[in-house]
């Protein structure tokens, strides 16, 4: 459709300027709407692949009501208020990429006063990242903890958030784990 009008414009040129004779003139013009759709159809079959190729991911979930979880346990978020593309599984608290790209998480924890949990992002199974919500201050003391990491993930990695040193007393709605793929 643009070629069309680009070619109608230069009829219109033509007959107001009167009929161009020069071959060379002739022959550049064809050679640039030529390169010209040749740029058109790149645009048009390159958007249509980017729209196709793109997976949208992202998740968040939080865990649906207060419990403990042992050293070690993978903390399940089982109260799941977005999962565009399926990524985050609320049965075990594992996301796994589903694409390579870069993803960024975020996690907030809060934990039962007079307690503390060291909430610490796992990337197949090693250690990437961690935050401590510490409220061993006072039994009254309410205080959450957030962090939130980048990192280049590979098709099929796995991201669990855990305490592996202490047992975590977590409250709910409070003590999330969300991501989503940037690129």
């Known amino acids: 459709m643009k070629l069309v009008t680009i ?3 230069l009829l219109l040129l033509d007959n107001v300027l009167g009929h161009c004779n020069n071959t060379k003139t002739t022959s550049l013009i064809k050679s640039q709407l030529s390169s010209l759709q040749k740029t058109i159809d790149m645009l048009d079959n390159g958007s249509k692949c980017r729209c196709h190729s793109i997976n949208q991911v992202v ?3 939080e865990i649906g009501s207060g419990r403990s979880y042992q050293k070690g346990s993978v903390w399940i978020y089982d109260k799941v208020v977005t999962n565009v593309g399926n990524a985050y599984n609320p049965s075990t608290g594992i996301f796994t990429a589903p694409t390579k790209g870069i993803y960024q998480f975020n996690w907030y924890t809060l934990s039962v006063p007079s ?3 060291h909430a610490e992002l796992f990337v197949n199974g090693k250690l990437k990242a961690r935050q401590s919500a510490n ?3 006072s039994t009254k003391q309410w205080i959450t ?3 939130s990491v980048a990192l280049p993930l590979n098709k099929g990695d796995v991201v669990h ?3 592996s040193r202490f047992t975590a007393q977590l409250i709910n709605q409070w003590t999330t784990f969300g991501g989503v793929l940037l690129n």
Request: hydrophobic share 50%; proline share 0%.
């Open 115 to 117: 307690t503390m949990s």
């Open 145 to 147: 903890a957030g962090s």
């Open 161 to 163: 958030i855990m305490d």
């Open 7 to 9: 070619s109608v414009l």
């Open 59 to 61: 998740f968040l979930a």
């Open 135 to 137: 409220n061993n201050g």
